[in-house]
């Protein structure tokens, strides 16, 4: 069972260029989040979407945008990174009875994004 | 708004000692949940423990116990008997059952020296 898959897990990226990544899970939830991670910052989220087709604001949502065009993914866009955009990248889900769901969240990997 | 503070950022014992990790929390809601997750250095993050705040309930789950005080809006983790692999950046995290959101605090620094 996979759970949360990130891709990719690495790369760089000059100022200005855009990308895209990718978050898929096989757990059937309906929420799911993106928060990156900086030193001292803890984890600060960006955007989450309570299910397919919708999408919200966090806390930094500023140069990300998103889409859930399907319910198991969840696509984090940059479309003109920056150095502050530097930084390790988590997606997460979240299931259960409960509107909104009160579990835990079920984390990916990371991504780590290096933008010169 | 929610919010959760991790005072200590960084904290190093010696193999064998209690450690104790604090987290302090604000909330306007009455029901909430509060998590606790571990990040070793592989990077990965580590669901550790989820009390609602209803339950007051001290848990013990081996060498890791964890202490809910609602009156100091408190959920502390204590480490008993520390080892090597306890290190890592542990957060604490606090979702209201009105809201969608996870929230994290800051993360503390755990080093365990041999």
């Known amino acids: 069972n996979a759970g949360v898959t990130q891709t990719p897990k690495f790369r760089v990226l000059k100022t200005g260029q855009s990308m895209t990544l990718l978050c898929a899970q096989d757990?059937?939830?309906?929420?799911m989040y993106w928060y990156r991670q900086d030193p001292g910052m803890g984890l600060r989220l960006i955007h989450y979407?309570?299910?397919?087709?919708?999408?919200a604001k966090g806390e930094v949502p500023d140069g990300y945008n998103v889409s859930r065009l399907k319910k198991q993914n969840f696509l984090l866009g940059l479309e003109s990174a920056a150095p502050s955009q530097t930084s390790v990248y988590f997606c997460?889900?979240?299931?259960?009875?409960?509107?909104?769901?009160?579990?835990?969240?079920?984390f990916g990997e990371g991504s780590r994004l290096t933008v010169l | 708004a929610q919010k959760v503070t991790q005072a200590q950022t960084e904290i190093s014992v010696v193999e064998k000692e209690d450690v104790t990790l604090d987290c302090v929390y604000e909330?306007?809601?009455?029901?909430?949940?509060l998590f606790w997750y571990k990040q070793p250095p592989s990077g990965e993050l580590v669901f550790l423990i989820r009390?609602?705040?209803?339950?007051?309930q001290n848990e013990i789950s081996g060498r890791y116990s964890w202490n809910f005080q609602k009156s100091t809006s408190s959920f502390n983790f204590t480490i008993t008997a520390s080892q090597v692999v306890d290190s890592a950046v542990y957060f604490c995290?606090?979702?209201?059952?009105?809201?969608?959101?996870?929230?994290f605090g800051e993360g503390t620094q755990l080093t365990v020296n041999p």
């Open positions: 979407s309570v299910g397919e087709g919708t999408t």
């Open positions: 997460a889900s979240r299931g259960g009875s409960t509107r909104p769901p009160t579990g835990e969240l079920f």
């Open positions: 009390r609602n705040s209803f339950d007051e």
């Open positions: 757990m059937n939830h309906e929420y």
């Open positions: 995290a606090l979702t209201e059952t009105s809201g969608s959101r996870l929230t």
């Open positions: 909330t306007r809601d009455t029901t909430y949940y």
